[in-house]
């Protein structure tokens, strides 16, 4: 196989998480999304159980998942004590400013008996393909997990079942600047190498 090996290096040392704020307002084509989910679906997974399940919002589709989450914190969090009003208006507009939202979902295959640590491993392998993907067309994502991520009861919504598990929200948008420095440097750190 030919590919540039600097280039793919240059595409890992590139990525970055890029947040709503930083996103210019413009639509991302839906088929560049779907190229994103493709190049998703080729990531190693044990027993080709392929437990990643994901749900794409967009348009209209937006507003439908910031109502949902908005409503469904602040009914989680008014029955524990703990509800705080600028929370609720986060997850009632911070949805509005991407292009597109991609729910991440891990679903099991119990009958394949994969260890959850390993499905989970797929799913994360998964986004980081969706990352690095966007990377290379330019567009800024990150994935949260905050918000109603955890919540039990979130899971239907997503067509996710009590076995499973909702890992969180992939957002995508078009950044007004790519950041130029990450908060990263070269690792420089030292790994064991066993040679006999």
């Given at each position: ?147 109603i991520?955890?919540m ?24 007004r ?20």
């Open positions: 196989m030919e590919f540039s090996t600097q280039e793919i290096d240059l595409l890992i040392a590139k990525r970055r998480s890029i947040y709503p704020e930083q996103y210019s307002g413009e639509i991302i084509p839906d088929a560049i999304v779907e190229q994103l989910l493709e190049n998703a679906c080729w990531a190693p997974t044990h027993k080709i159980t392929e437990p990643w399940h994901f749900t794409v919002f967009t348009g209209k589709g937006l507003k439908l998942l910031a109502d949902f989450q908005a409503s469904l914190y602040q009914k989680v969090s008014m029955r524990q004590g703990n509800f705080h009003s600028d929370k609720f208006k986060k997850l009632a507009t911070k949805p509005l400013k991407a292009s597109h939202i991609i729910a991440i979902g891990m679903k099991r295959d119990r009958k394949a008996a994969v260890p959850e640590v390993e499905e989970l491993a797929a799913v994360a392998a998964a986004v980081q393909n969706m990352q690095l993907s966007a990377t290379a067309y330019g567009i800024g994502c990150y994935w949260g997990s905050g918000g991520t955890y039990e009861e979130a899971k239907s919504f997503f067509g996710l079942e009590a076995s499973d598990k909702l890992l969180g929200f992939l957002y995508l948008g078009i950044p600047q790519w950041p130029q420095k990450g908060r990263r440097k070269k690792t420089g750190k030292s790994f064991p190498w066993i040679r006999e």
